[in-house]
């Protein structure tokens, strides 16, 4: 197969979809891999480094000509809509279940009838590879972010590494891959937190546990966390309790997404303004999981690694890809866990092949001109087909 590897254009985004030695393999495969110039350059791979391992260096516009299998790391923007054609397979992250992604983009884009395959749902049971690593980096990155940004903004020195200092205070919400990579790295640095979470100090310890590879750990008491348990039944219960906590907190980390069962109408804030508005003066707010005004009110996404603005006063802090900010670990990271499910479909000789690989098939967002991703489709209110369908109508399954 013709596999292109597509140079990233959005803001600050320096992620590769390939590393040079997987374009090695792949060209021993017998498969030509055709190379966008620069594509690499900022994670740190150079065109001699893809020309080395059997990569042909092209434009744009050529790679986009010969290649089949198009890979990239982050979602098309509107300048990169007409690239796409129906005889191409899309691999990247495509995102089309966010909330600040518009319906009408995503109607535009799925009609230039490619089959896009996403990274973040590519999986089974519950548990997607692609986007895990990346999930974990993003907790890290804002931590250290966060750190930085209030020694700089607020003059608060967070870490407590030794008694003679009197270190900082952190609110984490959310404790899943985000969520734990944050506390990891505050709770190692002496930070002293507040953790809000859905269930109790069990459950955080044995999540936990299984995430870092230890065994009967108590990490709640271990670092001295205090933990807010979320009140499904009464949000408000919750908030009251956030609330009288932040007067005091220098940082906050919002981890989580909301959840189903937890409508705007049930809770259309988890801390709204007022509530940001009893933060101390220059203190640090960010939302890790880019959602506009979702459980935050004053936060909106922004894809600059190095973009903050302050509302009431306070710090906000949103980058939408913080990845990229360690763009050679994050691709080597990522591209790890992609390469084997690239190196599979390179390998399919038809659509159907993909129709019946369960973690691929949920990946399958559209083909076609049609949304094939029902989670997507109820959240924005466009239309929705099965993949099955499409296949079926399809008079010509096959890849050549």
């Known amino acids: 197969m013709n596999i292109g590897v597509l140079k990233e254009i959005k803001e600050d985004e320096r992620r590769v979809a390939l590393q040079p030695i ?13 190379v966008e110039i620069g594509a690499g350059e900022g994670a740190g791979f150079s065109d001699a480094d893809y020309q080395g391992c059997g990569g042909k260096l092209a434009m744009k516009d050529e790679v986009l000509a010969r290649a089949r299998l198009l890979l990239k790391v982050k ?43 996403a990274y973040e749902w590519v999986g089974k ?16 990155l804002f931590a250290q972010r966060a750190l930085e940004l209030c020694s700089k903004e607020k003059g608060v020195f967070c870490p407590r590494n030794e008694n003679l200092l009197p270190g900082g205070r952190a609110l984490i919400i959310g404790c899943g891959n985000i969520g734990l990579s944050a506390f990891k790295y505050l709770s ?17 310890n044995c999540e936990a546990n299984a995430r870092f590879e230890t065994e009967g750990v108590d990490y709640i008491g271990a670092t001295g966390t205090d933990l807010i348990i979320m009140d ?25 997404v909301r959840r189903p069962d937890l409508p705007k109408q ?34 909106t996404s922004s894809a600059s690694l190095y973009h903050s603005y302050r ?45 019946e690989d369960e973690s691929l098939r949920d990946g399958v967002c559209c083909y076609g001109g049609h949304l094939t991703h029902a989670l997507s489709a109820e959240k924005k209110g466009l239309p929705y087909r099965s993949l099955s369908d499409v296949v079926k109508a399809m008079s010509t399954p096959m890849w050549d």
């Open 22 to 34: 997987q374009a090695q393999a792949l060209s021993r495969l017998g498969h030509n891999i055709y």
């Open 75 to 117: 979602e098309p923007l509107r300048s990169e809509y007409s690239d796409y054609a129906p005889h191409h397979i899309l691999f990247t992250y495509l995102h089309f279940d966010e909330n600040n992604v518009d319906p009408r983009d995503i109607s535009e884009l799925i009609s230039r009838g490619f089959l896009g395959i």
């Open 125 to 140: 049971a519950g548990r997607y590879p692609l986007l895990e690593p990346m999930s974990q980096m993003t907790g890290y």
């Open 188 to 204: 190692d640095l002496g930070v002293a937190l507040t953790v809000v979470v859905t269930r109790g100090r069990e459950d955080f």
């Open 232 to 256: 499904k039944k009464d949000p408000s219960r919750t908030q009251d309790t956030i609330a009288a906590a932040l007067p005091e907190i220098d940082i906050v980390l919002n981890c989580a």
């Open 266 to 299: 049930r809770m259309e804030y988890l801390i709204d303004r007022s509530m940001v508005g009893t933060m101390q003066r220059a203190s640090i707010l960010c939302d890790c999981t880019a959602c506009d005004r979702e459980l935050i009110e004053t936060c």
């Open 311 to 355: 509302e009431e006063n306070v710090v906000h802090y949103n980058c939408d890809h913080i990845p990229s900010m360690v763009a050679n670990t994050a691709t080597r990271l990522l591209t790890a866990r992609t390469f084997p499910y690239i190196r599979y479909i390179a390998s399919l000789k038809s659509l159907q092949a993909i129709t």
